[in-house]
């Protein structure tokens, strides 16, 4: 088996060169020379004060370097990838806090057999250097029914800890106070994990090995096996399972939490789970312990405590009352902590109502001249683009997905439903806004946007009148709406190529004597005709052809034939030949 690729300069050196980025990006912290410590750079600022050291194997960024801060931790040690510290980089750590005029020094430890022996080791070698020091253990696991003589593990509800001890601590609590509110604390927290892969330590294999379609639940944070493997399920369907499992009052290890209760919740990224998937896990999450009547207070959602690269993710739930509430939201330099609301989420209203679009001013029945030619245009480029659905989709099969003329006879299909059911206006701008909307909402992608720019931008232009002056500008205040939010211009082999040259012909529809009008309009049609031709030979600078090579591209472009079929059709429909 491969050992599994990873970013790095070297095995030997990947967690010094690690700590010299966290600290070298963040202005507050400092390493302890010649150990793999990250300190508060403001240690002045303790004198007086508890101090907090925790620590641990790396791997799990961001913690624990990314919680030291003003408010959070005044330290934190570094063992190699998933391995506890040695106890003589603790013990310096220790002394450097002590020596900065902290008034004790509290270690925070997961429940590992190695992080308690290697802390309390360096614990009792501090003590006789007459260092005021004292440990407090987290062991939040909820995954064994039985834990063994081990206990529970340490996992992401350790960073809550770090949060109310960093609270506590700042507002000058004293250090036995600390303990003992931090005891009863961990009490109230509850953690369980639910992998899709395995994680592996930087040069070596995978830590375990997950058959394609299963999950493991109940893992630790180092990929020690979890208490059950089962068939992947929907999110909803594991997150009930997970915090049915943490709240079971059959397990020695469960959370007890009933209707009324409120809780934080911290939804952790274990390493590789993408944002959408943390996204729809918190929903979940929030969804069932609200339908458990349990109010969730706050809730942070990201990557806590992760196991390298594994893809997976655990749910820490702890109870709050006020005061906790209290601690949890006071303020905190370290890097790593989230800018939560401070507002239970529990109870919210998740939606507004969109804004009302302005309706169409009341149209009554209309069957004056303007409206039964519009009817008569608007049928002919109807028919028009159902005839020639084939020709524009065979056109599009060179440079795009081959829908061009599918996409046209959309819009056509739903303005001749329209016309069924629906009375003409017998204004041009609204007929030209209503048009825009039918485009934008039943054509769909970049033509039927395209198309209701066009007819969006245009429409204004013919409220107070219809003439010809009038509906030169609008063709044109159309044209410039395509070209400034489409980002393409005549030359490009795009439906501009055809529409522009029409449009520009279009302009002397303001000067035209009355009679001259189809004359003008003849002389667009032709324009366009030719525009469209001429884009067999142009390079494809916009759109989705852009992408393909010229020497594939040797047909019109198929907007640009679509536009000049739509103004062949307007001009047959007001009786040109």
């Not at 040690?77 to 391995?83: C, M, R, S, T």
């Not at 310096?92 to 005029?101: E, K, N, P, R, V």
């Not at 609200?290 to 739930?317: D, I, W």
């Not at 012909?505 to 002389?523: D, I, N, R």
Request: proline residues 5%.
């Amino acid at each position: 088996m491969e050992v599994p690729k990873k970013l790095l300069n070297s095995v030997e050196r990947c967690v010094d060169e690690a700590l010299e980025g966290i600290v070298s990006s963040n202005g507050g912290l400092v390493l302890l020379k010649g150990h793999r410590v990250v300190l508060r750079s403001d240690l002045q600022h303790l004198k007086g004060k508890v101090a907090l050291l925790s620590g641990g194997g790396s791997g799990h960024e961001p913690a624990h370097a990314g919680y030291v801060g003003r408010g959070m931790l005044s330290g934190a040690v570094a063992g190699a990838v998933f391995a506890s510290p040695p106890p003589g980089s603790i013990l310096a750590a220790i002394m450097t806090l002590w020596q900065s005029g902290s008034s004790g020094v509290l270690l925070l430890v997961k429940n590992y057999t190695g992080d308690r022996l290697n802390f309390g080791l360096a614990a009792e070698q501090a003590r006789t250097q007459g260092v005021s020091v004292d440990m407090v253990i987290v062991a939040d696991d909820c995954a064994f029914t039985q834990p063994s003589k081990a206990g529970r593990r340490g996992l992401c509800g350790t960073v809550f800890i770090h949060k109310l001890a960093g609270a506590l601590a700042e507002e000058g609590c004293p250090l036995d106070g600390i303990v003992a509110q931090l005891t009863k604390a961990t009490k109230s927290i509850g953690t369980l994990g639910v992998s899709l892969s395995p994680c592996s330590v930087p040069g070596c294999q995978p830590s375990f090995q997950l058959p394609p379609g299963d999950m493991e639940l109940g893992l630790g944070i180092h990929g020690e096996p979890g208490i059950k493997r089962s068939k992947m399920a929907p999110a909803d369907e594991v997150v009930k399972t997970m915090i049915d499992h943490i709240t079971d009052p059959s397990s020695q290890s469960h959370l007890s939490l009933k209707s009324g209760d409120r809780v934080v919740l911290c939804v952790n990224n274990l390493g590789a789970l993408s944002c959408l998937e943390m996204a729809i896990v918190t929903r979940a999450a929030i969804n069932y312990l609200a339908s458990r009547g349990v109010q969730v207070s706050r809730v942070m959602s990201g990557s806590f405590m992760t196991s390298l690269e594994m893809a997976g993710v655990s749910l820490t739930l702890m109870r709050v009352d006020e005061e906790i509430l209290r601690l949890f939201d006071a303020k905190t330099t370290a890097p790593a902590w989230p800018n939560l609301c401070s507002e239970s989420v529990s109870g919210r209203k998740l939606y507004v109502e969109p804004a009302e679009r302005p309706a169409a001013s009341e149209i009554k029945p209309d069957q004056g001249p303007f409206t039964l030619a519009m009817r008569a245009v608007l049928e002919s480029v109807c028919k028009t683009l159902l005839q020639r659905q084939e020709e524009l989709n065979a056109l599009d099969r060179a440079a795009g997905d081959g829908d061009c003329g599918s996409t046209h006879v959309l819009a056509a299909n739903a303005i001749q439903k329209w016309m069924q059911t629906s009375t003409i206006p017998g204004n041009p701008c609204l007929l030209l806004t209503a048009l825009a909307r039918l485009v934008e909402e039943k054509m769909g992608g970049s033509s039927g946007a395209l198309y209701s720019l066009f007819l969006t931008a245009a429409g204004p232009k013919l409220r107070e009148g219809c003439d010809g002056a009038d509906w030169a500008k609008a063709m044109h205040a159309g044209t410039e709406a395509m070209k400034r939010y489409g980002g393409a211009a005549p030359g490009d082999r795009t439906m501009l190529d055809a529409l522009c040259p029409a449009v520009e012909e279009l302009m002397k529809l303001s000067t035209a004597p009355p009679g001259g009008h189809m004359a003008v309009l003849q002389a667009a049609v032709e324009k366009a005709e030719v525009g469209a031709e001429s884009t067999r030979d142009l390079a494809a600078k916009a759109g989705r052809a852009s992408y393909v090579a010229s020497e594939h591209l040797t047909q019109p472009d198929p907007g640009a034939v679509a536009v000049a079929a739509i103004f062949r059709a307007v001009f047959e429909a007001l009786g040109g030949k």
